[in-house]
């Protein structure tokens, strides 16, 4: 039942930025910053995709679609993973998801929406 709470998503056009946030429920916080986190979308018709990783030690590692334009950050004190994302187009839009990697993650979040249209 513990599940990451997505939001920041919105309505945005080319171009344009947003701020992704994900908060860890209180039932996750023991093994939240333990845990390899990673910002996940979702197109209709297509499976969930990693956008962006960052290990509880700090590494990050992004898709090629989103190198360059999307940093993912995490505040461990306020239990936070962030998505910054800039330049976006349409190719963005997406349901985005953050959970933590590898097989042994937590149920899905209800993800926040991003649309990206003119």
């Known amino acids: 039942q513990p599940h990451l709470v997505e939001s920041g998503g919105g309505l945005v056009q080319p171009g344009g930025s947003l701020r992704l946030s994900c908060a860890a429920p209180r039932a996750i916080l023991s093994t939240y910053s333990s845990s390899d986190m990673g910002w996940y979308r979702q197109t209709p018709g297509k499976e969930r995709e990693l956008v962006a990783s960052m290990t509880k030690r700090g590494v990050t590692n992004y898709a090629d679609s989103a190198k360059g334009r999307f940093t993912i950050s995490r505040d461990n004190g306020k239990r936070k993973v962030f998505l910054e994302m800039n330049s976006l187009n349409a190719e963005d839009t997406a349901i985005y998801y953050c959970?933590?990697?590898?097989?042994?993650?937590?149920?899905w979040g209800q993800g926040t929406q991003v649309t990206v249209s003119a």
């Open positions: 959970n933590r990697m590898g097989p042994l993650q937590w149920p």
